[in-house]
């Protein structure tokens, strides 16, 4: 898969701050962010990414919600969505599967292996 763009959506300024630079720096891609849930869902209707990299626990709309809203809208139900989350288990990467997400990747992630990351979880069949 092809990735040109990708929607990075965290609550935490400085996740997004290295995230960026990581994912657009080491990974080449263009960057473009949101820090609450509503304006994930703005964005990816308006900016069509290739893929979303979506905080799970963050105030007011969590990451599964936002999940939910991208796939009930046809402009963003085909977007790959991969789950960031700081509390990631065995059983938590089952139910995120079963949410409609590609995978998950834990925090703190290493900034300069987070784009092979991305690209790996979207190379496996969904």
């Known amino acids: 898969m092809l990735i040109r763009k990708v929607l990075l959506v965290d609550d935490d300024t400085d996740i997004r701050t290295i995230g960026q630079i990581?994912?657009?720096g080491v990974g080449?891609?263009?960057t473009v962010l949101a820090a609450n849930g509503e304006e994930a869902l703005r964005?990816?209707?308006s900016e069509?990414?290739?893929v979303v990299l979506l905080d799970?626990?963050?105030p007011g709309m969590d990451g599964p919600s936002v999940l939910a809203r991208l796939r009930a809208d046809p402009l963003t139900a085909a977007i790959?969505?991969?789950f960031l989350t700081a509390?990631?288990?065995r059983a938590d990467l089952g139910h995120y599967l079963a949410l409609g997400a590609r995978g998950a990747i834990p925090k703190p992630f290493d900034p300069m292996r987070l784009p092979n990351e991305v690209r790996r979880i979207?190379?496996?069949e969904p």
């Open 22 to 24: 990581c994912l657009s």
């Open 28 to 30: 080449g891609w263009e």
């Open 43 to 45: 964005l990816a209707a």
């Open 48 to 50: 069509r990414p290739d």
């Open 56 to 58: 799970v626990m963050m």
């Open 80 to 82: 790959p969505v991969v």
């Open 87 to 89: 509390n990631m288990h």
């Open 122 to 124: 979207l190379e496996r």
